[in-house]
């Protein structure tokens, strides 16, 4: 897509004129409409990337892709209660996708939510080594609950060696 090109080599104007076309020749065709927002975040024009994703799920609302890019941008604008909402609607729609769990998850633990949060990642269908790797992030986290971060590290290494669910609600429930 010509507008992805332009917005990677720092062509704004052009990157926005191909993705305004993009979306006019198809409003369904949500690459488009995650890229401009992208490249209005870029610009500082965040209000502008959040109606060009209400209106793509307007189109699409099953779209998790659209879903999550609305979410970051309301983090952004500072609307957490909302973006949770659209994180988890995202997670919901591609539950395949491990990265939407995760990204609801610290969202949820910014908010102060950190047992929920901890319920987000353990229960997260996404594939084993994803979960171990996005968890192995998780002490980025800023939360007083460092020691539910460490049982959803723990609780994400799955198989034969790994913790059953008894032994990861024990250690989560633990102070």
């Known amino acids: 897509m010509l507008g992805s090109f332009y917005l990677r080599r720092g062509a704004m104007a052009d990157a926005e004129a191909e993705l305004k076309a993009a979306l006019r020749l198809s409003r369904q065709y949500t690459p488009a409409a995650i890229n401009l927002a992208d490249l209005?975040?870029?610009?500082?024009?965040?209000?502008?990337?959040?109606?060009?994703?209400?209106?793509?799920?307007?189109?699409?609302?099953?779209?998790?892709?659209?879903?999550?890019?609305?979410?970051?941008?309301?983090v952004r604008l500072?609307?957490?209660?909302?973006?949770?909402?659209?994180?988890?609607?995202?997670?919901?729609?591609?539950?395949?996708?491990?990265?939407?769990a995760y990204v609801h998850a610290v969202a949820l633990n910014s908010a102060g939510r950190g047992s929920e949060a901890i319920a987000v990642l353990k229960d997260s269908p996404g594939s084993p080594s994803g979960r171990s790797r996005d968890l192995a992030g998780a002490d980025q986290l800023q939360s007083p609950r460092r020691g539910h971060l460490r049982s959803a590290r723990l609780c994400a290494t799955v198989g034969p060696h790994g913790p059953d669910r008894s032994q990861c609600h024990s250690a989560s429930t633990r102070p």
């Open 40 to 74: 209005y975040r870029q610009l500082d024009r965040e209000a502008e990337g959040e109606r060009t994703l209400r209106e793509a799920i307007a189109d699409g609302p099953e779209d998790a892709g659209v879903h999550h890019a609305l979410g970051l941008t309301l």
């Open 78 to 100: 500072k609307r957490l209660d909302e973006a949770i909402g659209e994180l988890r609607l995202a997670a919901q729609l591609a539950p395949e996708q491990a990265r939407y």
